[in-house]
């Protein structure tokens, strides 16, 4: 089981997510506050830098535990050529990230269940409906 197919990839708009937060109003007027005065450019701005300056503070827990759980950084893309290539090797994938994990649209799900041991993603796993639900036995969470 190896890992061959680490490729970095650009990170783009599309690759963004989306999250929902639950605030208190007093917490929220005073982001609106801030962003009034000209602290930040909006709510987002706010949130964000928030996001980053906590990250920043536990750069090294995090640095650690990616280094002990074996995750690769970043944005990961797996194409179908490189699906192709692992089992033509006899191969499988683990797939062990902390960002972005994506599957080509043309993966089927049967080169997915050929090649893809297993799957362990912090962040987003973006693959097929089809790919998903023929990998779902081996989705694990961290």
Partial sequence: MVNRCQKMVRMTTADLEKITINMAPVDLG????????????????????????????????IKR???RRELVLGLQHYTRSDLEAL???????????????SIADDVSPELALETIDSVVVLGAFRASR???AALAGRIRSS
Avoid: P, S, W
């Fill in 65 to 67: 535990t990616v280094t």
């Fill in 30 to 61: 005073q982001i609106d506050l801030l962003v009034r005065e000209g602290f930040y450019q909006n709510r987002t701005d706010f949130i964000r830098t928030a996001i980053r300056n906590q990250l920043t503070a536990h750069a090294e827990a």
């Fill in 87 to 101: 089992r033509a090797a006899g191969e499988k994938l683990e797939i062990r990230v902390l960002g972005l994990a």
């Fill in 130 to 132: 089809e790919v998903k």
